[in-house]
């Protein structure tokens, strides 16, 4: 199984119960990371998406017009063990995470009961944001901040190269140097090497490309040019003619035969 070079450190906390809150931009594997670090330590896997609107009640659950109470992923996995992952805390309310704050010292109240913390519980978060200090546009309290251990997580380009081959990995390469070049602040992330990948495989690149430069014409003619004179130096060492063919195709952005 693959796992990006961060994945290790990841696992040691939180099987240390620790926290971690994995800071990163979008596509960079921050929750599948959780996922396989969850799985190898044999803990069930929850998620919740945080979001402005997640209230108090999705988190503790709530008593219904009957009185009977009604559970969330949280209580479940607080009574009976397991990663719960908070995924883009930063996109949730401050208020509604206060609640929380209690877990360290072992217990949780909910609308029925006070729930002791099961011991394999374990509490980890991501942030798409590099400001972790912010959640929305509310700033985040102390004590919930240090309820978690921060880790940045950059692009692995080695797993990425495992990912989309390292013909695709140059490319995308290539983009974000571009993109760095042009003081563009649109990001290319892991995701979209794979999704660039299975364009190619579909002959669907050229409007895919554009929209990862931002649009810009210009961009996009000094990406053309790299990449024509990338092959140009390929076809200079090419000595059968089959795969000669076969680059030129690419060059020219036809990737089926």
């Not at 290790?8 to 596509?27: C, F, H, Q, W």
């Not at 309290?141 to 921060?150: I, S, Y």
């Not at 999704?195 to 430069?213: A, C, D």
């Not at 090419?238 to 990737?255: A, M, P, R, Y």
Request: a negative charge; charged letters at 30%.
């Amino acid at each position: 199984m693959l796992h990006h070079t961060k994945y290790e450190e990841v696992k040691t906390i939180l099987d240390a119960n620790l926290s971690p809150l994995l800071i990163g931009e979008k596509g960079s594997g921050k929750t599948t990371i959780i996922i396989q670090a969850a799985e190898e330590l044999g803990l069930k896997f929850y998620c919740i998406s945080m979001t402005r609107q997640t209230t108090l009640s999705s988190l503790i659950g709530f008593k219904n017009i009957d009185g009977n109470y009604i559970p969330t992923l949280l209580r479940e996995a607080i009574e009976g063990g397991g990663a719960l992952l908070l995924d883009e805390i930063d996109a949730g309310d401050p208020n509604v995470l206060l609640c929380l704050n209690t877990i360290e010292n072992g217990f949780m109240s909910f609308p029925d009961k006070r729930i002791e913390v099961h011991p394999d519980f374990r509490l980890c978060a991501t942030a798409n944001t590099q400001s972790k200090h912010h959640t929305g546009r509310a700033l985040l309290d102390a004590a919930t901040l240090d309820r978690f251990d921060d880790i940045d997580l950059p692009t692995d380009p080695q797993l990425e190269i495992n990912l989309v081959g390292s013909e695709v990995a140059d490319k995308i390469n290539d983009m974000r140097q571009l993109l760095v070049k042009y003081n563009m602040e649109k990001h290319i992330s892991m995701r979209d090497a794979i999704r660039l990948k299975r364009r190619e495989e579909l002959g669907l690149v050229r409007g895919y490309i554009e929209k990862l430069l931002g649009g810009e014409t210009g961009i996009l003619e000094e990406y053309e040019k790299i990449r024509e004179k990338k092959t140009f130096l390929d076809q200079k060492e090419c000595t059968d003619i089959g795969e000669l063919i076969k680059n030129v195709k690419k060059s020219q952005g036809i990737f089926n035969d």
